[in-house]
C-alpha cells in the first residue's frame, strides 16, 4: 500500500508519499494565490492508494477531492515520532504559524501551544523583514549570523517591525545587526511558548524556518539544548498526515 | 426585513439605515452558525424569534409598557438584582452588545484595548442602534471590571446612571456592604418610580425569576445525557433569550423545550451520536450575536454540554430563598444568592474552582475550553487556577483568548480541531 500526505500550507504546498513505512518521493512547491490548481499540480505527479491532508487549506482538500483531514498539530506530532522516535518535543515555525508540540513516546499529541491569530513571530514575519534590509529569504539567516551585535527590536507585529527597522536604519545601525535582533525577537517569543508547555525529551526544529541557520542557532543556544533538525523541515506535516491513514 | 418597526426605530431616534444594516450582519452571522445546524428541536423555533424580535417586538413592548408608567433600567451584569426592579413592574433588560458589527464605534473614542464586550454595548448606544439606549430611564452599572466602572463614569454625564459597588472579596464584611448596596439600589429603584417596593411584590417577583432559574436548571440537567438532546449552541441560544424576553412567557416556552428534550432522550434524538466528546466552556459571557467559539466547537464534531460562565450556570444557580413577607428578609435572601455568583473580579474566587472542578465530574466532560474575551484579565489569569486542578483529574484544556472580529477563525479552527484530536 502507498500512503500519501498532502500539508497545505499557507506559504508552501507539501506532499510526501511512503510505501511500507519508507519516504518514497516527497516534493514541495508554493502555494501561490490558487491552493486549489496548485494541489491537483502536485497530486496529479504521484500514485498513491490513501491519502490524508492537512493544514490550512484541509478544509479545502477535504470539500474538493473528498481527502481525510488531521490538523498539522497532530501531523508534525506523527510525523517527527516517524522520524526521530525518541522525540518528545516538536517546535513548529511555519508560513503563518509557530507551534510547540508535547508529544508522547507513542507519537501522540500530549499538549501544545499556537500562536493565535496574527504572524508575528513566523516564517512571514521573515519573509517581509528580509525584503525590508534587502536579503533573499535564503541569504537572511547567513547575514544575521555575520553580525556582531543585535539590534534590539521591541515590536512583535510585523508592520511596527517594519517601521521600526526602517528607523533602525535610517539610524544608521548595521543591517546584519538589524537581521539578528529581528531573529532574536522571533526567538524570545518562541521560547515563552515553551515555557507554557515544556520542555521534554529530544527536541525537533521543523517547518521552512528550520532551514534558517541563524534560527537554529540562536534557538539551540537559548533553550541549552540540541535540536534535531529533520533533513527536509518542511515536509514532517506531510509525512504525517500519510501516516494518518 | 420590510420592517414594521422602521416607524418606532425612527420614533425613537435610531439611525435606521445603520441599524438594517446591523440587523443584516446579525442575521448573516446567526444563519451561518445557529441556523445552519441540523436536527434542532422545533421548540427552537421560539428562542429564535425571541432573538429575531429582540430590536422589534421586545422593544414594542417595552414602550408600551412605558407609556403605562412602567420603565426600562438597563443593566450590564448578572450581579444586578431583577427581583427589585419587576417589583415596581419596571423591566430589567441587559444591554451588552455581542455583535462585532458596532465595536468601530466604540473606538472613535474609546481605547482600542479594552474588552469587545464593552465596546460592542457602546458602540451600538454611540451609533445610535441600540434601540434600548433610548428607551432605558436608568442605567445600572456594577464594578466587576476596570473598564466598566471608568465607563460608567462617563456614561453617566449623559444617562440616569447608578452603580452597584459588588465587592472584591467575600468576607462578612463584604457581605455586609453586599447588602446594603442591594438596599441602596432598592431605594433607587423605589425613587425613580415614585412607590415603593412591597413585599408583596417582591415575592412575587423572586417566584418568576426562581421559575425561570429552575427551568434553566432543568435544560442544565437534560444536557447530561449522552448524546445531549440539543447543541450547546441551541442552549446558548435560550440562555441569551434568558437575558431579553418577557419570564413568565420565556419559562413558559423553555418548560415546553425541556418536555420536548425529554420526549427526545426517549425516542433517542440529537443533533450528535452516542459517546460525542463533551466539552464544558469556561469563562467569559457569549451574548446575544456572539456564536463564534460555540458554533466553531460544534461544528468540529465535539459539543458544549455546559457553560460555566455568566450566559449559564452563574446565570440559573442557586435560587432566592421563597416566601418571606418582609422586606429585610427579602433583601437578605436576595443579596445571599447575588453573592454566590463566582465572578472572577473576587480574590480569592476559590468557589469558582471547586465548582468548575465539579462540573466537569457532573457533566461527564472530556475537555475544557477556557473561553476568554480578550483584555478579560481576571478570566484570563484565573484559568491558572483551574488548570492546575484540571491537571490532577488528568482534564484537558484549551485557552482561547479571542474577541468577535473573524480575523482569527483560521487559527481557532486548527487550535479546536487539534484540541479535540488530543481527546480521542
Redesign the interface.
Known amino acids: 500500500m502507498i500512503h500519501a500526505g498532502i500539508d497545505i500550507g499557507s506559504r508552501t504546498i507539501k506532499l510526501a508519499v511512503l510505501e511500507q513505512g519508507k519516504i518514497i518521493a516527497h516534493q514541495i512547491i508554493d502555494t501561490g494565490i490558487d491552493p486549489l490548481a496548485n494541489s491537483k499540480k502536485i497530486l496529479s505527479q504521484y500514485k498513491f492508494d490513501k491519502i490524508v491532508a492537512t493544514g490550512?487549506g484541509r478544509?479545502l482538500a477535504q470539500k474538493q477531492f473528498g481527502f481525510p483531514i488531521?490538523?498539522?498539530?497532530?501531523a508534525y506530532a506523527k510525523g517527527a515520532h516517524f522520524l526521530f522516535p525518541g522525540c518528545r518535543t516538536v517546535i513548529d515555525i511555519g508560513g503563518q504559524?509557530s507551534k510547540i508540540i508535547r508529544v508522547s513516546s507513542h507519537g501522540?499529541?500530549?499538549?501544545?501551544e499556537?500562536?493565535?491569530?496574527c504572524a508575528a513571530g513566523t516564517g512571514r514575519f521573515l519573509e517581509v523583514m528580509a525584503t525590508t534590509l534587502g536579503f533573499t529569504i535564503d541569504q537572511f539567516g547567513e547575514q544575521a549570523c555575520d553580525a556582531k551585535k543585535p539590534a534590539t527590536i521591541n515590536s512583535m507585529c510585523t508592520v511596527f517591525a517594519e517601521s521600526e527597522v526602517i528607523s533602525l536604519l535610517s539610524h544608521g545601525e548595521n543591517v546584519h545587526d538589524i537581521a539578528l535582533g529581528l531573529h532574536q525577537s522571533i526567538i524570545n517569543r518562541i521560547v515563552g511558548m515553551i515555557g507554557r508547555v515544556g520542555l521534554e525529551g529530544e527536541v525537533i526544529f521543523a517547518g521552512g524556518v528550520a532551514k534558517n541557520r541563524c534560527m537554529r542557532e540562536l534557538l539551540a543556544k537559548k533553550l541549552h539544548k540540541k535540536l534535531l533538525i529533520p533533513e527536509e523541515p518542511q515536509i514532517v506535516g506531510a509525512i504525517g498526515a500519510a501516516l494518518s491513514v | 426585513m420590510e420592517n414594521k418597526y422602521e416607524k418606532m426605530w425612527q420614533d425613537i431616534g435610531l439611525d435606521v439605515p445603520l441599524h438594517k444594516e446591523l440587523l443584516e450582519s446579525i442575521n448573516k452571522s446567526f444563519n451561518a452558525t445557529v441556523g445552519a445546524q441540523q436536527n434542532r428541536p422545533l421548540g427552537m423555533k421560539y428562542f429564535d424569534q425571541v432573538l429575531h424580535e429582540s430590536h422589534g417586538g421586545r422593544v414594542a413592548e417595552l414602550i408600551e409598557n412605558k407609556a403605562r408608567g412602567n420603565k426600562t433600567v438597563g443593566t450590564f451584569c448578572i450581579y444586578v438584582p431583577d427581583e427589585i426592579v419587576m417589583a415596581v413592574d419596571f423591566i430589567p433588560m441587559p444591554l451588552c452588545g455581542g455583535t462585532n458589527f458596532s465595536v468601530p464605534y466604540a473606538e472613535k473614542t474609546f481605547p482600542r484595548d479594552i474588552c469587545p464586550l464593552v465596546k460592542s454595548t457602546l458602540g451600538l448606544a454611540f451609533s445610535k442602534t441600540c434601540p434600548y439606549a433610548p428607551i432605558k430611564s436608568m442605567a445600572v452599572g456594577e464594578t466587576t471590571c476596570d473598564a466598566k466602572k471608568k465607563t460608567w463614569e462617563i456614561l453617566a454625564k449623559k444617562v440616569n446612571f447608578h452603580v452597584m459597588e459588588v465587592p472584591q472579596k467575600k468576607n462578612d464584611l463584604d457581605k455586609k456592604i453586599w447588602r446594603e448596596e442591594v438596599e441602596e439600589f432598592k431605594n433607587k429603584i423605589e425613587a425613580l418610580a415614585e412607590r415603593k417596593v412591597t413585599p408583596e411584590k417582591l415575592r412575587q417577583n423572586i417566584k418568576i425569576m426562581n421559575d425561570k432559574r429552575r427551568a434553566l436548571q432543568k435544560l442544565g440537567e437534560l444536557r447530561k445525557h449522552d448524546p445531549p438532546p440539543i447543541s450547546g449552541l441551541d442552549a446558548l441560544v435560550v440562555m441569551q433569550g434568558a437575558l431579553n424576553d418577557e419570564p413568565v412567557r420565556f419559562t413558559q416556552n423553555l418548560n415546553k423545550l425541556n418536555q420536548e428534550l425529554e420526549e427526545r432522550i426517549t425516542q433517542g434524538i440529537s443533533p450528535f451520536a452516542k459517546g460525542v466528546k463533551r466539552i464544558m466552556i469556561s469563562g467569559t459571557p457569549s451574548v446575544m450575536g456572539n456564536w463564534k467559539v460555540h458554533s466553531l466547537i460544534e461544528k468540529s464534531g465535539a459539543t458544549i454540554v455546559v457553560d460555566e460562565s455568566c450566559t449559564g450556570t452563574r446565570y440559573y444557580e442557586n435560587l432566592v430563598t421563597e416566601n418571606d413577607n418582609n422586606i429585610d428578609k427579602q433583601l437578605d435572601a436576595l443579596a445571599e444568592r447575588y453573592m454566590k455568583i463566582n465572578c472572577s473580579c473576587f480574590t480569592p474566587n476559590d468557589d469558582r474552582i471547586t465548582d468548575a472542578v465539579n462540573k466537569v465530574e457532573q457533566f461527564k466532560v472530556n475537555g475544557v475550553v477556557h473561553y476568554i474575551l480578550q483584555y478579560c484579565h481576571t478570566y484570563n489569569v484565573e484559568t491558572l487556577k483551574l488548570d492546575a486542578e484540571f491537571k490532577k483529574k488528568n482534564i484537558p484544556s484549551l485557552k482561547i483568548v479571542t474577541d468577535y472580529s473573524e480575523e482569527d477563525i483560521g487559527q481557532l479552527r486548527t487550535r479546536i480541531d487539534a484540541f479535540l484530536e488530543r481527546l480521542e
Open positions: 490550512y478544509y488531521v490538523t498539522e498539530i497532530k504559524d501522540k499529541v500530549e499538549d501544545f499556537m500562536n493565535d491569530r
